[in-house]
């Protein structure tokens, strides 16, 4: 600002910027947040909350992360996409992740290491296309946006972020593919629909991307055939179209043998999804249902946007309701649908609250005290639990099994029902007792980990084990737990050509018993 003086011009100082205090108090009385302060309080400080949840937990890595880190490392070494050498089996659902693994391990990266660092970094930037969305759905005004601070006091988001899964970067891909998406769908200008190729990574790097990209389309109909709609089509068909060829050449299937060897038996999907979603439900806290108040008022204002986002979060819970979720603590399965759960919630509770009545306001505040806590608690409980138990039982029955086959001087192979980290660390040719690995398993009838009926044991001899670890409630080895050690140590084969070399008991009851194979006894033909 000036003004003029004896014909001159003089500048008038800059009024101060306001006080904390006065800021404070000016958005108690109802005035908006400032740019700035939205950006701080709803995105900055979420990406902090996040690298604070994932370091907590950062010493603990899933067992089936380990799958991936061994096909990288054979990558990386010059073998191919393999598990086992001269074994071509796609025992994987995670291309793109398991490649990116691979190529940093060329480069001397553990893939142990860069899964983890890629897994927060991939976990913070996803925080940005939820921000963007929550922002598109309702703007912001008096209330910071929610829906990232729901995202940051997930287990599902920070605690996956180092458990070496790809878990992260699917989730960025899709949330940046669908913020892109809406982006276009409201612009007018000619722009390049970078949702397509956006999403088509999201495919290469989980098999359930297309379902987000359909359901955008659904509720976003573009004009079917325009410039705009073709090119993001086919920048998303013409990679995926490629890695099937590649899939169909590379391993002789149009499908990964995981597929097949996780499903079977829908009754035991069925039941076991509807267990799934109710624990979840329970663990997420009361938040989770002002997501159906979001719902309702996006119908009534008919929100397309809105729609599209909530028939993405309800249809992939039917997909896992369908699919039976998954072993893994804490409901990974559900991540790449809790954001956008959680931008419902978002869009309900700060709708309420940008009413600017003081009844709605202070309700919406109390409710978001009592959930906070709730989640705060619940993740701390979920924290703990994973270092005391999941940690602790796999260091003590996977580390030390892997501890003993490496120290003996006889290289497998070896019959194991949970080959990551034993697989990763010894090296040794597995033979995959749940059959990720093994087609002839995955094809038999029944669902994951019960596909044990006719003809199963005869696939687990015919590939001549060296040693068979079976899970065992007594330190006997004398009470098999889980069907695929049930169906090995009744039969004939273990009990005449196979001995007890080694009984690993384990702190919290039972043992992981390893039977080696007898010397001089006979092995069978190898398979042709």
Known sequence: MSTRENGTVAALPEAPPPSVLASLRAWLGGAPLSPRAHLVIGLVLPMVLVIANAYRVASFTIDDAFISFRYARNFAEGHGLVYNLGERVEGYTNFLWTVLLGVFATLGARPEITAKVLGVVCACAALVPVYRIAQRLTPLGWSPCLATWLCASSFLQSGYAVFGLESPLFLLLILLGTDRFLVEEHDDANVFPWSGPLFALAALTRPEAPLFLLLLYVWHPDRPFSRRSLTRLATFAVPVIAHLAFRRLYYGGFFPNTLTAKTGDMNQQLHGGVEYLRRYV????????????????????????????????????????????????YYRFLAPAEPFAFLLVDAAARTIAER?????????????????????????????????????????????????????????????????????????????????????????????????????????????????????????????????????????????????????????????????????????????
């Open 282 to 329: 329970m663990h997420t806290g009361p938040a989770i249902w002002l997501g159906v108040a979001a719902i309702a008022i996006f119908f009534v204002r008919k929100r397309r946007d809105g729609i599209a986002i909530a028939s993405i979060a309800v249809t992939f819970a039917l997909y896992v309701l369908f699919v039976g979720g998954d072993w893994m603590p």
């Open 356 to 528: 600017k009545e003081r009844a709605a306001a202070l309700a919406v505040v109390l409710f978001g005290i009592v959930a906070g806590a709730a989640r705060m608690g619940s993740l701390r409980a979920a924290q703990r639990d994973i270092l005391d138990k999941d940690k602790a039982f796999w260091d003590d029955a996977a580390g030390r099994t892997a501890a003993w086959l490496s120290s003996h001087e006889k290289p497998g192979p070896v019959a194991i029902a949970d080959i990551g980290y034993v697989g990763y660390a010894t090296g040794f040719p597995i033979v995959d007792m749940l059959g990720l690995l093994a087609p002839e398993i995955a094809r038999l009838p029944g669902g994951y980990t019960n596909k044990t009926g006719a003809g199963y044991v005869d696939a687990i001899f015919a590939r001549n084990p060296r040693y068979v670890v079976i899970i065992s409630s007594t330190v006997d080895c004398k009470s098999p737990t889980v069907p695929s050690s049930r169906a090995l140590h009744a039969s004939s084969e273990l009990r005449t050509q196979f001995v007890v070399a080694e009984s690993i008991k384990l702190r919290g009851g039972g043992a992981w018993c390893i039977y080696e194979r007898k010397s001089g006894a006979e092995t069978r033909p190898a398979p042709r």
